[in-house]
């Protein structure tokens, strides 16, 4: 089993930052893939980001690119998520996923955190 809990949520105005962070514990070994997913109210969760433990490849939706970055410390079993530039749209639970490889499939992650809302509004 693999634990994740994620943390760094809140509210933010328009064109502020955050930072989410996601720790990983347990049988951190059996998962490669890291992945960021968000749901807002009435929508469906949808892919944001993912890195790998391993090489820190990393690959993110067309709506967060080059305002959003995922990194990770595996010192720290840690992943993170620097969000910049948030608009009102960016308003959603956030949550982090473990599984064998990254992949932009919620449906390919095994274990999920319990999501930390990030609301942006002015």
């Known amino acids: 089993q693999v634990q994740l809990v994620e943390s760094g949520g809140g509210l933010v105005h328009p064109g502020g930052s955050l930072r989410l962070s996601c720790v990983a514990s347990?049988?951190?070994?059996?998962?490669?893939?890291m992945g960021w997913f968000r749901q807002a109210p009435g929508k469906e969760r949808e892919f944001v980001g993912f890195?790998?433990?391993?090489?820190?490849?990393?690959r993110y939706a067309d709506s967060v690119k080059g305002r959003f970055t995922i990194s990770r410390d595996n010192a720290k079993n840690t992943m993170y998520l620097q969000m910049n530039s948030l608009k009102p749209e960016d308003t959603a639970v956030y949550y982090c996923?473990?599984?064998?490889?990254?992949?932009?499939?919620?449906?390919?992650?095994?274990?999920w955190g319990q999501g930390t809302q990030v609301t942006v509004s002015s």
């Open positions: 347990g049988r951190t070994f059996s998962t490669d893939g």
């Open positions: 996923a473990a599984g064998p490889r990254t992949s932009i499939y919620r449906e390919r992650y095994d274990y």
């Open positions: 890195i790998s433990w391993s090489g820190g490849s990393t």
